[in-house]
């Protein structure tokens, strides 16, 4: 079995190594420093929550106490599958508390 060989050679961008590169834009990237990082991301936390329909035909999802007013039956589907991430919640609670707070001033 053969390998497959580069076509292009490099020199990094801090000149301290030759690297191998199957495309011209690979090589120029390498060259000049522009390859991106690879940063790996936390998971987000998710929570599980439960879908209702308010009875003027509003969906929404719920954990706890906390509601999550959401689009449509299709986006409470999905969170209830996968969670909602504690961001979005902790989002949703803040503009509701600010919204109470502007009403009561």
Known sequence: MTT?????????SDRSA????HN??????????????KVDTEPLVRLSVTAFVSPTGQYY???????LDVANASTA???VRHGVPVA??????????????????
């Not at 030759?18 to 590169?21: K, L, N, Q, R, V």
């Not at 834009?25 to 390498?30: F, K, L």
């Open 77 to 79: 589907r999905y969170y």
């Open 4 to 12: 497959i060989q580069p076509n292009f050679t490099a020199l990094s």
């Open 24 to 37: 011209l834009s690979s090589a120029r990237a390498y060259a000049s420093g522009r390859l991106p990082e």
């Open 88 to 105: 979005t919640l902790l989002e949703a609670w803040q503009e509701n508390w600010n919204r109470l707070i502007n009403r009561n001033q």
């Open 18 to 21: 030759f690297i191998g590169c």
């Open 61 to 67: 999802v719920q954990h706890g106490n906390q509601r």
